[in-house]
């Protein structure tokens, strides 16, 4: 304390009377804005995002869609492959025939087709990474209003993600709202499929 109070007095001296001051202020206000209507029962609750992802209905539509997309795209990136190889193949058998300016043509259009073709994989990635993210978007506004449903019905205060790349370190097990989610979500999947 003595410390701080010295280092505070150099400061003060040295003309920094208009910093400390809104400093203070805003530390306090900041404290109290903090305080300010938070109750000191709060209630937590957890949810596993990929346990959700992987236990509902509504999960599942979404990896099968992700993965029917991923499998159109691979076919068209294969088929480019296969004409890519067989061009390859017939440079290879015909190098030894052909003259060096007709061999060199030949190279210049499979360099060429080569080119097109990895430009066509970095444009089919950029749509799987694209369509990934629309369909995660998706069902996460869907989980989000269930949460939140959840959260008003058991008065929670403060809802988290647990997983591996959440920043929640800890949690007791029985904070854990997993399991009514799932049951809520597969209870809504039920309900949109039924007439």
């Not at 990896?63 to 004409?83: G, H, I, S, W, Y």
């Not at 058991?154 to 997993?178: A, K, M, R």
């Amino acid at each position: 304390m003595q410390q701080v109070s010295t280092g505070i007095l150099r400061f003060w001296k040295r003309g920094g009377s208009a910093s400390i001051i809104v400093l203070c202020s805003l530390l306090g206000w900041g404290c109290a804005s903090v305080n300010d209507g938070v109750s000191k029962d709060l209630v937590v609750g957890v949810v596993d995002p990929q346990r959700i992802l992987q236990e509902t209905a509504k999960g599942q539509q979404l990896t099968d869609a992700l993965k029917a997309f991923m499998k159109d795209r691979q076919t068209l990136v294969e088929l480019e492959q296969k004409e890519l190889r067989n061009l390859e193949e017939s440079l290879r058998a015909q190098r030894t025939v052909l003259s060096p300016s007709a061999r060199g043509q030949k190279e210049e259009q499979f360099r060429q087709k080569m080119a097109v073709y990895q430009q066509k994989v970095a444009e089919l990635n950029r749509e799987v990474q694209e369509k990934q993210r629309e369909l995660q978007d998706t069902f996460r506004r869907e989980v989000s209003e269930i949460v939140a449903q959840i959260a008003s019905d058991h008065n929670l205060g403060l809802v988290l993600e647990h997983g591996p790349s959440s920043g929640t370190l800890f949690y007791q097990e029985s904070w854990d709202i997993s399991n009514i989610v799932i049951e809520a979500l597969n209870q809504e999947s039920e309900a949109s499929q039924s007439p």
